[in-house]
Each structure stands twice: as C-alpha cells, then as structure tokens.
Nanobody
Framework: QVQLVESGGGLVQAGGSLRLSCAAS????????MGWFRQAPGKEREFVAV???????YYADSVRGRFTISRDNAKNTVYLQMNSLEPEDTAVYSC?????????????????WGQGTQGTGSS
C-alpha cells in the first residue's frame, strides 16, 4: 500500500520559515516526479512546486524565490523549504506523486496524495 505522509507544518510569524517533509512508503518514487500543492481556507487547491526525478524544479509564480523543493531518493522523501512566509501562504500543504514520466502542475495528473499538513504564516 502506497502512503505519502507529510510533516513539519506549524505556525510561524510572517517572514519566518518552515520545512515540510513528505515520506513515501510502499513504493519507490526515485524515477517519478513529485509535487507540492496547497489549499487555503475557502479556496481551491493550487500547485506550489514540482521536482523531476533528476532534480529539475518548477515553481508557482507566487512562491518562486521563497520556496525550494528538493528530494532525497535514498530516503524516498521530498521536502519543501518555505522562507519569507506570508499570511497568504497559510494553507494545508499536500505532497503528491506521479507515475507518469514527466512533471506537471496539473493536479489531476498525480496518482498518489498525502493527507496534508497545515502551514501558517501569521501577521
């Protein structure tokens, strides 16, 4: 059974940092793209970042330059380093894994999802 489990969420002041982790089990995703999405209260889930199997990355405009996605294939884990957090970044952050060969920002093209972890930037 494949599981993605996020951790590292919390409450920080605006300008602070959080590092989210997503540990996968039940299957190795070293050859697959993995992404982070977020859903703010009252809003639809949106793309945050994606990392290819080889380490190439792509970000949403709203987080580019502040967030960094990375992966440790030996640990089957993907990370999201969030710096300079703003109140607008407050959301439930979910990781996702894709079985297809290419990375995408399209939510429907991901095959596995974690339950999410709350990240809050307070003003």
């Amino acid at each position: 059974q494949v599981q993605l489990v996020e951790s590292g969420g919390g409450l920080v002041q605006a300008g602070g940092s959080l590092r989210l982790s997503c540990a996968a089990s039940g299957r190795t995703f070293s050859s697959n793209a993995m992404g982070w999405f977020r859903q703010a209260p009252g809003k639809e889930r949106e793309f945050v970042a994606v990392i290819w199997s080889g380490g190439r990355t792509y970000y949403a405009d709203s987080v580019r330059g502040r967030f960094t996605i990375s992966r440790d294939n030996a640990k089957n884990t993907v990370y999201l380093q969030m710096n300079s957090l703003e109140p607008e970044d407050t959301a439930v952050y979910s990781c996702a894994a894709r079985l297809g060969p290419t990375a995408t920002r399209v939510e429907a093209e991901y095959d596995y999802w974690g339950q999410g972890t709350q990240g809050t930037g307070s003003s």
